[in-house]
């Protein structure tokens, strides 16, 4: 996957794991298991959602496209998925929709 990738491009997992966070928009997604660096959601991960009063809370307006081209952390996250390959990512924040940051618990060589 390029810098200029899109969402049709992508395997279904992952076109599901974005959805989910186009869902959430503002929130956490964790214990989410991740095999071959595919994102494993069956079953579910957590899905911790952040309610802003005043706010947008809604899923974001994306989510009912079917084609974009992929934001630079969305690109970013996939990238540490195939480097992880197998394993358990702790949290993944979610803002605006988009990944912001994630957190994986490593064993200390």
Request: aromatic share 6%; proline share 7%.
């Amino acid at each position: 996957m390029g810098p200029n990738g899109t969402k049709a491009s992508l395997s279904p997992a992952r076109r599901r794991l974005l959805d989910l966070f186009q869902q959430v928009n503002f929130g956490r997604v964790e214990r989410l298991s991740i095999q071959n660096g595919e994102p494993q959601l069956d079953p579910p991960p957590r899905v911790v959602r952040e309610i802003k009063f005043g706010g947008e809370n809604g899923p974001r307006a994306e989510l009912d496209g079917s084609d974009f081209v992929l934001k630079s952390q969305v690109v970013e996250l996939f990238q540490h998925l195939d480097e992880l390959a197998d394993g358990t990512i702790d949290a993944v924040e979610v803002k605006h929709g988009l990944p912001f940051r994630m957190i994986v618990t490593e064993v200390a060589a």
